[in-house]
């Protein structure tokens, strides 16, 4: 019955959700834009929670000089992981990598490398204050909106942590769905303690069902095993870079627009105090 009352009232107000379509039907096929992409370094893009408390989402626009700011994001998490990056002093910033990344938040490589959970720099009281970790705890979504074709990457500070894990319990876990079974709504508020920082807030806009669900399902689950992939790629070249004896500074390599080379013709954001995935 819940289920038929949310599909009537999507239908009511006009409200579907357009997932990327990427077959003969679109207006530019992927043939259409192979020769487009060729060589180029492709990358999702970047919201970024600025410092000092300001609550509203910074996200890059076709002027690189002019940033859009936005109040609040609204889509489909089509995935997310945990990972984890540790700095030496102010050097997380973004001409610097991580001395040690995790793309996993299990297994870290680099110095000291190994498993996080045994790691002394991954316990509170190890960070340069004596409060917190000095490994940087972090959460990565991949937020959908409608009508796009990539989705944003959204990097959640430690501090938004644990509001981002009460809300996958109710929201989610605990009604057995999937994340990207809902749309969601991401805003920020102010906290002042222990100095001014944002904090994100998760709301459910509304569930999918019927179509919408599987279209949501099948589109989410290729987005996936494609991300994984591409991250189990990204750790490969890493223990190359450490096992051919050269010294490498950091383990990144950054592209002309501050994206992280994957592979050839595949990277990600590189930004302040972020994992360069």
Known sequence: ??????????????????????????????????????????????????????????????????????????????????VNGYWVGDSADEDNAPLCTSMDGKTGYGEPGGACAQCYLNRFGSSEDGRGKACKNQRCLYLLRDGEFMPIQLYLPPTSLKAF????????????????????????????????????????????????????????????????????????????QQDDGCDYDGFGKKGKNGGFVIQDGVSADEDLGELPL
């Open 165 to 240: 894990s009460q809300f996958m319990n109710i929201a989610f876990l605990r009604r057995n769905r999937a994340s990207y079974g809902s749309v969601v709504e991401l805003t920020l508020h102010r906290e002042e303690k222990p100095k001014p920082h944002a904090v994100v807030d998760f709301r459910k806009v509304r569930d999918f069902v019927g179509v919408e669900l599987a279209q949501a399902k099948a589109y989410s689950n290729a987005f996936r095993n494609q991300t994984k992939k591409m991250l189990e790629e990204r750790v490969q070249i890493i223990k190359d």
């Open 1 to 82: 019955m819940y289920n038929q009352t949310n599909l009537a009232v999507a239908e009511e107000q006009d409200i579907v959700f357009r997932f990327p379509d990427v077959d003969a039907s679109a207006d530019f096929s992927k043939e259409d834009m192979e020769d487009d992409i060729d060589g180029l370094h492709l990358s999702f893009p970047r919201a970024k929670i600025a410092g000092g408390g300001t609550t509203v989402f910074e996200l890059p626009s076709d002027d690189a000089s002019k940033p859009e700011h936005v109040g609040k994001l609204e889509g489909v998490i089509l995935f997310h992981h945990p």
